[in-house]
């Protein structure tokens, strides 16, 4: 039986706390979350109308895979508890393989990201000024070329529907203070180095990725949130990468794609009906993204 698309969650039996993009929030008691990621999709900071069946497994799968593989290099949200153990009977099939039950933290609104190679906003920022975030490259890079290492780029977080603002470094230290700034900058290029060297051995390249952090009750940093999937991240198979283009990734990209060639759309909401084989195509990417990540398939 295959499993149930959720668009949105609806739990009786848990309060919600907030609606993302893409996850559903609700309070476990005082201290724990439970996360649902639904099947939503967004492009261009625009929720679209139509889930992607099996989406929201895919990325709690491959986030779920990434935690347990860095888990050395810092603490993670996760509780480790079952979130089926959480909700009644009959939701247990609304939050089953697409949730996790986690630790509530207070969260760092600066996104840390990471980038490997010169593509999307970074791209357009080296054009214009010869840096990315404030960070001076050599001249002479070409689109899509891995950078001589890997670069930190934070981003301010935006309220829903409107876009991160990327910010350099200073910024950040000017909203989270020095220490945390350059604890979670010195933790975000570990992150992303052990992660790209693992995705490399498996014939995918890590473009670029954002990790998510919250504080303890020490005020200690813990990852949150998503790690590493194809929502959070780049993904380009190693053997259709090219230097000059942008390469195929593992994502989003044919929504991107056809909602860009849509005349007279201006990228608010509502976003155009997606045809049945742009969902379907979408769909596959996401799974074949988490089999040569992971090595598994989609568990039922």
């Given at each position: 039986?295959p499993a149930?698309?959720?668009?949105q969650?609806?739990?009786?039996s848990?309060?919600l706390?907030?609606?993302g993009?893409?996850?559903?929030?609700y309070?476990?008691?005082?201290?724990r979350?439970?996360?649902?990621?639904?099947?939503?999709?967004?492009?261009?900071?625009?929720?679209?109308?139509?889930?992607?069946p099996?989406?929201?497994?895919?990325l709690?799968?491959?986030a779920?895979f990434?935690?347990?593989r860095?888990?050395?290099?810092?603490?993670?949200?996760l509780?480790g508890?079952?979130?089926?153990s959480v909700?009644?009977?009959?939701?247990?099939?609304?939050?089953?393989?697409?949730?996790?039950l986690?630790?509530r933290?207070?969260?760092?609104?600066?996104?840390a990201v990471?980038?490997g190679y010169?593509?999307?906003s970074?791209?357009?920022d080296?054009?214009?000024?010869?840096?990315v975030?404030?960070?001076?490259?050599?001249?002479?890079l070409r689109?899509?070329?891995?950078l001589?290492e890997?670069i930190?780029t934070?981003?301010?977080?935006?309220?829903l529907?409107?876009?991160?603002e990327?910010?350099?470094?200073?910024?950040m230290?000017?909203?989270i203070?020095?220490?945390l700034?350059?604890?979670i900058?010195d933790i975000s290029?570990r992150l992303?180095?052990q992660?790209?060297d693992?995705?490399?051995?498996r014939?995918?390249?890590i473009?670029?990725?954002?990790?998510?952090?919250?504080?303890?009750?020490?005020?200690?940093?813990?990852?949150?949130?998503e790690?590493l999937?194809?929502?959070?991240?780049?993904?380009?198979?190693?053997?259709?990468?090219r230097?000059?283009?942008?390469?195929?990734?593992?994502?989003?990209?044919?929504v991107?794609?056809?909602?860009?060639a849509v005349p007279?759309?201006?990228?608010r909401?509502?976003?155009?009906?997606l045809?049945p084989?742009?969902?379907?195509?979408?769909?596959?990417?996401?799974?074949?993204?988490l089999r040569?990540?992971?090595?598994?398939?989609?568990?039922d």
């Open positions: 039986m149930p698309v959720v668009h969650s609806s739990l009786h848990l309060p706390v907030s609606r993009k893409v996850r559903d929030n309070a476990v008691g005082d201290d979350l439970l996360i649902v990621t639904t099947d939503r999709l967004s492009a261009f900071d625009v929720v679209l109308d139509q889930p992607i099996d989406k929201g497994r895919v709690n799968q491959m779920l990434w935690f347990d860095l888990a050395g290099i810092v603490p993670n949200h509780t508890d079952a979130p089926e909700v009644a009977a009959d939701e247990v099939d609304q939050v089953r393989g697409r949730s996790m986690v630790r933290l207070e969260p760092v609104l600066v996104e990471v980038r010169l593509i999307g970074g791209w357009k080296y054009q214009a000024s010869g840096a975030c404030g960070i001076r490259l050599p001249a002479g689109m899509a070329e891995q001589p890997p930190f934070p981003a301010a977080k935006a309220e529907g409107e876009h991160d990327n910010i350099d470094f200073d910024e230290i000017r909203r203070g020095r220490d700034a350059e604890r900058r290029l992303y180095a992660a790209a693992y995705a490399a051995s014939g995918i390249l473009a670029d990725t954002k990790f998510e952090f919250g504080l303890d009750a020490d005020g200690e940093p813990v990852l949150m949130d790690v999937t194809a929502d959070s991240s780049r993904f380009w198979p190693a053997d259709e990468y230097v000059g283009i942008s390469p195929p990734s593992f994502d989003k990209q044919f991107r794609d056809w909602l860009e007279g759309w201006d990228k909401a509502p976003a155009p009906t045809p084989e742009i969902v379907a195509k979408t769909a596959a990417k996401y799974r074949e993204a040569r990540l992971t090595g598994r398939e989609l568990e």
